[in-house]
């Protein structure tokens, strides 16, 4: 029999994924099994919104949504157009000691906002499937760039700094005496919302 029921903290407990403030979050590991999977009239959009309460549209998706218009991931120029290099080279090295040479606040004020550059972790935002034992089934995740390092000299990286929860519905099926017994239930699915340059773990 499948059904909606009445919840308790007892379903919630036996749900994946468990909210948590541990990061990075955890890939969600699904028995194949299709014997698990909601049949059509476990898909009444209409019920399950009313199940659901709240419904953002900005971060909740029931169809294949379109794909954001935020780039991939940004790499910031380590000196575009050799900028940097051309004003340090101007700068003599053969001074005398003693010697103080001008500060050049343009070249300055381009060196600050390059290392500006290099050390953010901005966060960028991707739908991400959950599959078909969640619903909505797409979300709209916050993902850390992670391909350059974020310091000088490298080697550290852009990494999870915060998380919050939204609010989705599974699908559970747990056996009983009478047989295999379904319902939809509400989750608090994790997601990304902040990252930070740090070293690894």
Not at 40 to 62: I, M
Not at 111 to 138: I, K, M, V
Not at 172 to 182: H, P, S, Y
Request: glycine share 6%; net charge positive.
């Amino acid at each position: 029999k499948r059904s909606i029921p009445q919840f308790s903290s007892l379903h919630l407990l036996l749900l994946r994924p468990i909210p948590s403030d541990s990061l990075p979050l955890l890939e969600l590991r699904e028995d194949p099994d299709p014997v698990l999977d909601p049949g059509e009239r476990d898909l009444n959009e209409t019920e399950l919104r009313s199940v659901l309460g709240d419904f953002d549209a900005r971060f909740l998706s029931v169809s294949p949504p379109e794909e954001d218009e935020e780039s991939e991931e940004s790499e910031p120029l380590l000196d575009p157009g050799g900028v940097l290099q051309k004003e340090t080279r101007s700068a003599d090295p053969e001074a005398p000691p003693g010697w103080r040479q001008r500060p050049n606040r343009k070249l300055l004020r381009r060196l600050q906002l390059w290392l500006r550059a290099l050390s953010s972790c901005p966060l960028r935002r991707a739908w991400t499937d959950l599959g078909g034992r969640f619903w909505p089934r797409y979300v709209r995740a916050g993902v850390c760039p992670s391909k350059r390092s974020c310091s000088v000299p490298e080697g550290m990286r852009c990494r999870p700094a915060g998380s919050a929860h939204l609010t989705v519905l599974r699908w559970r099926c747990a056996q009983r005496r009478a047989g295999l017994r379904c319902a939809w239930i509400p989750v608090q699915y994790p997601v990304i919302t902040d990252c930070k340059c740090s070293c690894s773990p």
